[in-house]
């Protein structure tokens, strides 16, 4: 049975790239363009793991983070956040939302994919950024 990853991000081209290196790791892929969005999302639909940009309308990643580890329902949910941004100006933020881990958007697709993989099966996973 494949795990469904929650992607969010507002970026249209950044998410289908995801989107496509996730179903072809075999993942089951919902997205959403904000965090608000995402939070309905998670209401309605059984998802394993959250894949979210930090920089985002409406409700950005942190904010995103923080409610889905605030929430009894969703608090043991992983949570990878994404960023453009360099390491020292996210590491405040991110250990304070409660992040699983951080990635570069840069980062290799294959590498994430694992990291994803390692955190659905409930392995700690750490930031290589």
């Known amino acids: 049975m494949s795990k469904t990853v929650l992607l969010v991000d507002d970026s249209v081209t950044q998410s289908f790239h995801l989107k496509l290196a996730l179903v072809r790791a075999g993942f089951k892929v919902v997205t959403a363009a904000d965090g608000r969005s995402a939070l309905k999302h998670l209401d309605s639909e059984k998802v394993d ?8 309308p409406m409700m950005d990643g942190y904010e995103l983070c923080r409610q889905i580890k605030d929430s009894p329902k969703h608090g043991k949910l992983p949570v990878i956040l994404m960023s453009a941004l360099g390491e020292t100006h996210d590491q ?7 992040a699983d881990l951080y990635v570069a958007k840069t980062a290799d697709a294959q590498k994430l994919i694992k990291a994803i993989e390692d955190l659905v099966a409930g392995k700690k996973v750490e930031s290589e950024t």
């Open 49 to 56: 793991v959250v894949l979210a940009d930090v920089i985002m």
């Open 92 to 98: 405040y933020w991110r250990q304070h939302a409660g």
